[in-house]
């Protein structure tokens, strides 16, 4: 033994013990798979979401100097820096934010006051910083010298043109509502209007213009009617191209000497730079939403392929589970060991899931089902994992990427552990459950259990879910069968193996191969690559992890400080009715303080982090894979008097706007304004919550529905589908064995045959053919072996156009029943008939005609006898003539049954319809049309290529049947009611009224037709070509048995020149075929006979089960008969 | 029962035939309907995938850019998928040997994915130069064509595929008609042919299910499939390559 062997057989028992293990103990290993997940999904809470959030580095204000564009000039602190932080940004953003507030607040003041003085200070500010130069030994350095020039606006941005800035500064601030001109703002009668114009009316989802021109989120801004606090904040901000400290530092303090913030507290010390990513759009989110579909796709139908378990959908589900939280492992160990994975996982993990994910738990899967179900479930599993060693281990994978291939090791890692732990223990207690619901269904009684195991079975059922483990249970089943079953599935899984696992390793190979291509030629890139990995991973750069990514505006969580103001306004609203007091206990006046928090540093963080790429966007220029860098903010703290307030107010605001909270409207004011306000400021966000809430739910439901549409359209097309061979089908169709194990569905293709338009009402087989009925009468002949149909008969009632002539070829299509000459011919004497037909007691009004014609002269029988040992018969006769029609046709002489039923009370005018037959010395077929419109097939019998059909009106239709070519209608020969027709040789008819006829076919060549009968009117009887194109088949009816049964006939069979038929009267009887003898008479039923089956040695068993209800079935009466008839018939 | 009223008039030596000819024409009408339909939906889909390398961050206007390319590129793939998915069933049929190889849907599913995920890769991944792109996504084609297809005939024609839907874009760029942005053999990229061969191989497996798909249902049956098959086969054109870099 090798040592490959050895480890091999070594790692196979490893995985049987761990089958075992798992089978064992199903929750706590599930729980302890989940633990695990969790664990490793932990570091993901740090991931920004959806991978697209911008990402950000400080440095210091002091000594910063933009990093130089090239790479290898950095080593120095290369682990401190991210790779994107090179060259210069875009742009410097530089933004003076300003506080401002009328103070003292006098009560008669308007709320418009609040936000109209202060706003009028930003033209004078904006022309301060507009002028601002930087005078020194070199020379004058003016803002236009620094600042980020900017071109036009996009064109698709009209509407925008004369609030953005063009063709210069890029500097934005409120002013550019008025075009920065302080007479528009005087003129202004409505600066809330003005400044919400360009509001959108929708879901906001990027910034808005309000939010760029005031630099900060609206609902700091403090511009509205509702404002208690009293203080406007907004900014300016300034696009600088070039970071030149000293002009910064001049103009910083400038600013502060002209507008002095005394108790402002911003730090100042550090530059945040921040990194956007590529922007998903929904160009890149098609091919996304592409790919998914697909994968759903692949996962339907990968579920179809699952069999043999309880729940499919279950299953899938856990398999989805398995994959999915396999990749979210992964990506939570590469965050851990400090490989941030750059690619965006929802983009990979389709592609994960398709090449890996699925087919292996459908291994796994197959494996374990394949295993014999005798086992118990503990060791079934146990198996499959044995037999699946070789699977899991060896998972190739096509991989692209160089971090993919990392990240795809990582999640073959995990999904090898989940596929070990999660998945085989979920499909252990699927098959344990199934075993419990459907083997109990599906084992038959006789499947040899003892009586105690149902018991035991049970019990353990109970015991499940308590966990204990479970008993060993073993169902014994005969070895025969059982092996029978197993070998060929076990080859089929092995042939799967070998072709999954070729095709895994093959690519696996070449994936290994075209890494090593690629570090061979690629050596600066992935060498690189390695050695920054190796280092991050190094313990000593643990400390140098890069920066978790915080996205700036979505997760402000990273900073503690931030932290404490997410929601600022929720503090103001509280106070509000402190402040309230207050102010109203203070008297008319009341100063304002202007205060600088930790909440008003950086307080672009709280815009949205589209803010930045959507303003450079108007002027065409992308922040994608670029970054900012953001320079500490300037504060500016204006306070106006109440006299500026008074002198730009606007004339006509005077009119419509309450003053700020009036006295004579303090009370109602207090209580109505704080609920307005406060309503409105949450219900902007509240509005915004519900839409993503409904816009999801919506979402989902529609997701639902679609999957269930989905469902429901593809699962009745699945059916018997002989294309897709997976079909589901239901449990019972399968062919089982005895003990329910089911063979695997790629075996079974059902053949659909369709055609019929309605219900098929009998159906008759031989092997080859297959013929059915529908209830309007269409007879259709199937290939059994191919489903091809070969022959349609349509309703009978197209013979009636036929004319007297009788065309071969065309017959078959235009009345396949075979327009004959006959017809014509026995028109008359059919007439003749109905007219000597008395008046017959009829439950069926339409049918009494047909009776007359039923009878045939017993003389007439005689003679025809006679005459048909004289012709040369071909093989209508049975094995007693020992003809063997295979010679001409194949197996001529058939059995059929037909039965049709008209509920005549009695067969009254037998002797009448002889007549008719008499006229013809061969009692050659009569149709009979009467009836026909409404008579439809009752029975149906084939054998060889000849058709009977029994018609409710107690006619028997007699065709041949070619199998390549269209039969035609032999003959018709009438008989009344006939229940049950079994044909061997003859043909037998049984009918209703417990009457039997006996009929026997011949053949003829039509020359000796001719010759016998001399009436050429009648040769035209059409032969059928495959009878040779002389033969003519001849339906004569032999034998009556007018009452061989006291109630109606409901079984007949025949076999070996007996026939037994079984009626209603609880006894059967045996007759001979030849002389229609009646030779036994059975007794013994205590229920009316549903069944008789005659095997070939002439043993018969009946049985009474379904249809007498009333009586038990008598269980030992059958088979002691058996023997008894088996006696009688030998003797 | 459409075919029963109509086989009375037909001659009669077409016999039990008749029904299955009339229905195999229809099937065959169908499924080029179908093929052609995925054609006209992976192209535009797929050639968004190459668009939107160079798709600005903020378009305004994303939706039009997915029919910016030359309207003519759709159509052209779908009835080059459509020729390409009925021609695969007949040259099996013609060889007298049947495609058995994993017929089934979850495997075409499969072929489908790895074949987008192909194309994800060229669009997406950086290559440090043309030469490794295309030998890398050679492999990967073989590797498609090995595991879903494995038939020599399958690999001769999209071999032939592959050939001349490069020579008929060679043909193309030089009169003209666009153009790529990095031609790096003779006039287009030189990974073209191993994406038209991938895209041959693709829609073959498509084709051959869909043959698969039993002619005995009605038409109103297969119209309902067709619907579905638009939905759910999302498959894949080798032509949409076309539209490439054509701006």
Redesign the interface.
Known sequence: MTLTEKLRERISRAFYNHGLLCASYPIPIILFTGLCILACCYPLLKLPLPGTGPVEYSTPVKDYSPPSPDVGLQQGDLSERPDWYVGAPVAYIQQIFVKATVSPWQKNFLAVDVFRSPLSRVFQLVEEIRNHALRDSSGVKSLEEVCLQVTDL?P?LKKLRNLLPEHGCLLLSPGNFWQNDRERFNADPDIIKTIHQHEPKTLQTSATLKDLLFGLPGKYSGVNLYNRKRVVSYTVTLGLQQYDSRFLSSLRSRLKLLHPSPNCTLREENIVHVHFK??I????L??LV??Y??????IY??T??IDMVKSKWGLALAAVVTVLSSLLMSVGLCTLFGLTPTLNGG?IF??LV??IGL?NVLVLTKSVVSTPVDLEVKLRIAQGMQNDLSGVVLLGL?S??QEFCLFAVVGLVSDFFLQMFFFTTVLSIDIRRMELADLNKRLPAEACMPPAKPVSRSQRYERQPAMRPATPHTITLQPSSFRNLRLPKRLRVIYFFA?TRL?QR??MA?TVI?IG??VY??PA?LRTYLTSQVTEQSPLGEAGLPPMPVPGGVLPAGDPKIDLSVFPSDPIQLSENQTQQREQKSGLESLTEVTWGPEDEEIWRKLSFRHW??LF?YY?I???KRYISILPAIPVTLYLNPQEALEVRHPQEANRYHPFLSPSSGKLGAEAQPDQASSKLQGHQDVTLYKVAALGLASGIILVLLLFC?YR??CP?NYG??????SRRKRGDLPCDDYGYSPPETEIVPL????H?MDIECLASDGMLLVSCCLVGQIRVWDAQT??????I?KPRLRRDSSGIFDY??S???SPDGKNGLDDSFENSHQLKRMLSPPQPLLFCDQPDLTSLIDTNFSERVKVAESETRLRAVGSRQKETGYDFSSLVGKAYEEHSTSSCGNLAGLPAPSLGDESFTGFDKSSPLPSWGGDLESSVWSLDLQGNLIVAGRSNGKLEVRSEAR???GRCRSCSAGPLLTRLRLSLRIVAARLNGSLDFFSLETHTSLNHLQFRGAPSRSSIPSSPVFSSSDVIVCQLTHTVSCAHQKPITALKAAAGRLVTGSQDHTLRVFRLEDSCCLFTLQGHSGAITAVYIDQVGCTQEQQPLQAPAEPPVPPEGPSWGPLLLCTWRS | MAENDAMPTLPKKCGPYISSVTSRGMNLVIRGIVLFFIGVFLALVLNLLQIQRNVTLFPPDVITSIFSSAWWVPPCCGTASAVIGLLYPCMDRHLGEPHKFKREWSSVMRCVAVFVGINHASAKVNFANNIQLSLTLAALSIGLWWTFDRSRSGFGLGIGIAFLATLVSQLLVYNGVYQYTSPDFLYVRSWLPCIFFAGGITMGNIGRQLAMVSLEQGVSCLLVKVLIYMSFLPSYIPTSYLSCGCR
């Open positions: 996009l698709g590529e922007e759009g929904i160009a890149e098609i091919p592409t790919t579909i697909i994968l759903f796709a692949y139908f990968s179809r392929k983009e389709p592609y398709v090449v087919e096509v692209c990427l072709r095709a093959l690519i070449g075209w291509i690629l030629t690629d890139g790429p959507s966007s065409n992308t922040l994608a989905l359209v593809f097309k589908q002989n294309g897709l061979s997976h659909v045959l369709r055609g338009l489903g091809d149909c070969l022959t349609v349509p070829q065309e078959w299509d235009h390549r070519q269209p």
